[in-house]
């Protein structure tokens, strides 16, 4: 079947199917969530081999990372990987649990280079550590900056009002 | 248009002693050429960057009050108009922008970000108004300031550069001294 952008030779629900079937032993939990979006979730410890066997994948191959998002989730943090695969149509986010204590996942950077900002940002903003990550500082906020602003616990610093 | 504009855009030239001769003062044909002349340093950070470009082009064309050369570079410049949300990590930047303009030089808050931190006031990198970094001239309300009010606050500035004094042993016009940036922002240059 040839490609057509912008179409979707599959139905979502077999798409999803597929994914649960060919990725058995690392998604989870998956669902079709909106008329162009599955969503799943994977161990933080298979993450980094999923994402290269995801992209690498002959049928729904994902090959596009649109965005990362830190989330906290107060007793836990999460990372939410959204990529996009132009052989279905189809978006998939991939959802990833972190303890709090220790909020740490592998880089996705060799997989998708596009990772390397957004987890910069990730780790910017609600301090999650990607291992293995090329060059993980800060990337909108300035470099002595303390704390990371957007985790529910954050308490604004005078330090990091030098202007105030 | 407050009265401070219309005699600062319009003063007095003194009379006509032969056809193409005119007669005024040296503070008057210095501070025309200076206020008409002024060329602004493109600082857009946020929205108000949309409608600072806006005012550039035909259809308000801030040409008319000779002030159409932006220049990217602060050696160029002679005014800073501060168009956005200043944050934390910008605001040594700006500061040193600010301080590689040559004197003499003016800044304008363009919009509420720049003046006070607008919505984003208190946030955790932003800067509660530039006047925290350099002197204001010149602060424009709105969120973000029409072409037409970032132009009132460039007559503003006109008639503020108007009122400079370029003979010395005058004293200086009581207008003059109610005009000057408020005494806690010029301090912390």
Same mark, same amino acid.
């Given at each position: ?14 798409v ?22 599955i ?15 995801l ?38 986010e991939? $959802?990833? *649990? =972190?303890? #709090?204590a220790?909020?740490?996942? +592998?880089? /996705?950077t ?12 990730a ?9 293995? $990550?090329? *060059? =993980?500082? #800060?990337?909108?906020?300035?470099? +002595?900056? /303390? ?18 | ?11 007095k ?34 929205c108000?960057?949309i ?12 040409a ?42 003016w ?31 010149v ?10 009010a ?18 010395p ?6 207008e ?13 240059v």
């Amino acid at each position: 079947m040839g490609l057509v952008v912008g179409s979707n030779p599959m139905s979502m629900d077999a798409v999803a199917a597929l994914l649960a079937e060919r990725f058995a032993g690392e998604l989870t939990d998956v669902r079709v969530q909106e008329p162009d979006t599955i969503v799943a979730r994977v161990a933080p410890q298979k993450l980094a081999v999923l994402a290269a066997r995801l992209k690498a994948d002959a049928d729904a191959g994902y090959e596009t990372l649109n965005w990362i998002a830190g989330v906290d989730r107060r007793t836990s943090f999460e990372v939410v990987y959204h990529v996009y695969s132009w052989k279905t149509n189809t978006y998939i986010e991939l $959802h990833v *649990d =972190l303890p #709090r204590a220790r909020p740490e996942v +592998d880089t /996705v950077t060799g997989v998708w280079p596009a990772a390397d900002w957004h987890e910069r940002e990730a780790w910017d903003m609600v301090g999650i550590v990607f291992t293995g $990550h090329p *060059d =993980l500082r #800060r990337i909108l906020l300035k470099d +002595d900056f /303390v704390g990371h602003p957007l985790r529910k616990d954050y308490v604004d610093l005078a330090e990091n009002h030098p202007h105030a | 248009m407050s009265d401070r504009i219309k005699t600062a855009r319009y003063p007095k030239l003194e009379h006509f002693a032969e056809p193409n001769v005119i007669t005024t003062t040296a503070d008057f044909i210095f501070s025309w050429a200076r206020s008409h002349s002024v060329f602004p340093f493109t600082y857009g950070l946020a929205c108000c960057a949309i409608e600072m470009l806006t005012s550039g082009f035909a259809r308000y064309d801030i040409a008319r009050y000779g002030m159409e050369v932006f220049r990217p570079t602060p050696r160029q410049c002679d005014l800073m108009i501060v168009a956005g949300t200043v944050n934390e990590k910008m605001a040594p930047v700006l500061k040193r922008l600010y301080d590689q303009m040559s004197e003499p030089k003016w800044v304008i808050s363009m919009g509420a970000c720049a003046t006070s931190g607008g919505p984003f006031y208190d946030g955790y990198n932003v800067v509660n108004g530039v006047d925290k970094v350099v002197p204001v001239d010149v602060y424009i309300p709105g969120c973000p300031p029409r072409p037409e009010a970032l132009f009132q606050g460039l007559l503003e500035l006109q008639g503020k550069i108007q009122q400079y004094k370029f003979v010395p042993g005058k004293p200086a016009a009581p207008e003059a001294a109610e005009l000057v940036a408020p005494a806690a922002a010029t301090e912390e240059v």
